[in-house]
């Protein structure tokens, strides 16, 4: 590290504007509306951080310490997010034609979900900054806008500020890492705002400039949401490059409830860029798909098993081969949702 406390981050930037500004005061979105990116100075991580280094480190996201926008490690805030394992679903994975199905098991993380990751980072770095009152909206309590600019709360919500991002990009980070430096052929993602996404492709982008894949390519990142609000997908079949507020939202999966994505312009390059895709699976199949990631032994959110209806439906249509390395995302564990859990056992 830069000295005793320091980070690599180099500023802010908008995507949208190109705008740059201080990463050394708090800021939420940039003024023309866009979520904001951190920039890094990847030379000098590189200079200071080998892949060699991180299996000696402890087993949580904050190995990535170079990479995250953290100044000072006693800033941390931490109940031991990451390093979740890949769990291999050969048997299931046969079933539907895709053998070398892997999933990350992100319902291991300490809050049962991989929003952990983000909330870890955004809340460090807010505390660094001195920020002593954040306010982080869950879905369905919209109301967190109008309190927070009222009460004068830190808004933390998603893309609201730059550092979620940054906490979700070591799951990226992580896959890298656990695939030995060699991206599986696909990623899966259950896209709500999808900053998971934005942030494994920020980590793709990072390690492609730190030079540490053994092969210069990417995984294929492919977006999944429900029938019931997919505002991704229909604006990647329609070639668009923002989505348009999707009417009437409803699916089981809250965590894919996003009718309008701030960042979807990020998504859907993420998703171009990569070479992936984007499907849409009903709500029946998502229940269908918890219940079957249960008989192999895990525990799925409706948003993580909607991942496995997906892969079902881009395999039959050709999207997913045989031989491809396919990795889903299991966003969260299926105890964040008893009553899912209930019409889920129940399915036949
Ligand atoms: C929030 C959430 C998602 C969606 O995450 P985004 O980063 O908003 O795309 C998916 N799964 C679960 C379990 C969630 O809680
Ligand atoms: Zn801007």
Known sequence: MPGSAGSFVTGLSCP??????????????????SPLLVD??????????????LPGRPPTMWRYRELLPVEDPAHEVSRGEGLTPLVPLPELGRRIGLPALVVKDEGLNPTGTFKARGAACGVSRAAELGITDV???TAGNRVIEERAAERGWFDVSTLKEPYRIEGKKTLGLELAEQFGWLWPDAIVYPAGGGVGL????????????????????????????AEGCAPLVEAFDRGRDESEPWPDARTVAAGLRVP????????????????GTAVAVSDQAILEAMAELGGAGLSAAPEGAATLAAARVLRDRGDLGASDR???????????????????TAVP
């Open 135 to 137: 306010a982080l909206a």
């Open 260 to 275: 309008k994505a701030r960042g979807d312009f990020l998504v859907l390059e993420a998703v171009r860029r990569s070479g």
């Open 198 to 225: 934005i942030g494994i492709w920020r980590a793709v982008e990072q390690l492609r400039g730190l030079g540490w894949l053994f092969q210069s390519d990417t995984p294929r990142l492919i977006v999944t949401q």
């Open 40 to 53: 890094y100075d990847l030379e000098a991580v590189g200079a200071a951080l080998r892949k060699e280094d």
């Open 326 to 344: 396919v990795v889903l995302i299991n966003t969260g564990a299926a105890t964040k949702y008893p009553g899912a859990v209930a019409s889920a």
């Open 16 to 33: 949208r504007c190109g705008r740059v500004l201080d990463h050394r005061r708090p800021h939420n979105l940039c003024p023309c509306g």
